[in-house]
């Protein structure tokens, strides 16, 4: 079946702009996450969403970042006011349920702010 | 930051030797995960070793989990240039219940034909 998919793969925008990254998870997984890897880094956390709600938003970084989920299903991130610290792989992964052990990542998108 | 640490950051081999990677991390786990991961892209799912074991295979990969010190390993055996990629270890942390992920550092392996 379809894996995780994401777009656009590659964003190219200039600093103050705004930004939507969006998520579509393997249909009829509950859990949604979403991971930034600048260059050369690990993964780390964004946000987590368990159907439409997000129980867990401590890995966003400021408050220019936010994200929804509506339906259950799609999901957008969206970084206000881009600055170039900005610029990584935004990736997210979706998991079956609630306390899955395996999530499966979608191929990210690329974030270049100039 | 609780992101863990691994060890080494390169390595590079020839076909068919073995290569091995280390992972430390700094939370108590229910699990721990290995990642692959091509060009920097989307992350594919290696093998899942929970807090009450101790090894774990899986075709060519051996994982190795002690708790006690806070650390994994990942053996690939007789290894081919298609394993080529970077290689991330996921702790999922006990407690919450998100099941976030905290991410080494990776190891970037390059199998040389």
């Known amino acids: 079946g379809a894996g995780v998919s994401q777009s656009p793969s590659n964003k190219v925008t200039e600093k103050g702009k705004d930004v939507e990254l969006r998520c579509d998870p393997i249909?009829?997984?509950?859990?949604l996450y979403w991971y930034r890897q600048s260059l050369g880094q690990g993964l780390e956390f964004l946000i987590y969403?368990?159907?439409?709600?997000?129980?867990?938003k401590s890995g966003l970084p400021s408050d220019r970042f936010s994200a929804e989920r509506t339906g259950g299903s799609v999901s957008t991130l969206t970084i206000q006011r881009t600055q170039q610290e900005d610029s990584a792989v935004y990736l997210c992964?979706?998991?079956?349920?609630?306390?899955?052990?395996?999530?499966?990542f979608g191929p990210g998108t690329r974030l270049t702010v100039l | 930051s609780q992101q863990g640490e691994e060890d080494p950051q390169a390595l590079s081999i020839q076909e068919g030797e073995n290569a091995t990677m280390n992972c430390s991390y700094k939370?108590?786990?229910?699990?721990l995960q290995w990642y692959r991961q091509n060009s920097g892209r989307g992350l594919v799912h290696l093998i899942l070793?929970?807090?009450?074991?101790r090894e774990k295979h899986s075709g060519r990969l051996r994982v190795t989990l002690d708790t006690s010190k806070k650390s994994s390993s990942l053996l690939i055996t007789a290894s081919r240039a298609a394993d080529t990629a970077s290689y991330f270890c996921?702790?999922?942390?006990?407690?919450?219940?998100?099941?976030?992920?905290?991410f080494g550092t990776g190891t970037l392996l390059a199998v040389q034909p």
């Open positions: 992964a979706s998991s079956p349920q609630r306390g899955s052990d395996t999530q499966y």
């Open positions: 249909s009829g997984h509950t859990a």
């Open positions: 969403f368990q159907g439409n709600s997000a129980p867990d």
């Open positions: 939370t108590s786990i229910n699990n």
């Open positions: 070793i929970r807090s009450n074991e």
């Open positions: 996921a702790a999922s942390a006990v407690g919450g219940a998100t099941n976030k992920l905290i």
